[in-house]
């Protein structure tokens, strides 16, 4: 059974950091792309960052660009979201989402992530004050 398990959330005040950690249990690792996603309350949830399943590629959401960071280590089962000045617009619960490779990531991130089979985490709270 695939499991999805994030930690890390919290809060921070505007412009600290925090790290987000996904761990992947239950299917293999490196065959599998990785994503965070988040959702506002009141909006719907988006992607935020996907990673490829061998790591070579890597989408961004505008907002996320440039401050924000994935990265993963297959040897841990695990993907990372390393976020730097964090606003106040970043406070949401921030998903952790794997798919099959197989999916063209461009595509997964931009908005096929909304139809195609993912296994999802429950999600980890981000608050960022102001």
């Known amino acids: 059974q695939v499991q999805v398990v994030e930690s890390g959330g919290g809060l921070v005040q505007a412009g600290g950091s925090l790290r987000l950690s996904c761990i992947l249990s239950g299917a293999p690792f490196d065959r599998y792309h990785m994503s965070w996603f988040r959702q506002a309350p009141g909006k719907e949830r988006e992607a935020v960052a996907c990673i490829g399943w061998n790591g070579k590629y890597s989408y961004y959401s505008d907002s996320a660009e440039g401050r924000f960071t994935i990265s993963r280590d297959d040897a841990a089962n695990a993907v990372y979201l390393d976020m730097n000045n964090l606003k106040p617009d970043d406070t949401a619960i921030f998903y952790c989402?794997?798919?099959?490779?197989?999916?063209?990531?461009?595509?997964?991130?931009?908005?096929?992530?909304?139809?195609?089979?993912?296994?999802w985490g429950q999600g980890t709270q981000v608050t960022v004050s102001s």
């Open positions: 989402a794997a798919t099959r490779m197989g999916l063209y990531l461009r595509n997964y991130c931009s908005g096929s992530w909304k139809v195609a089979e993912s296994s």
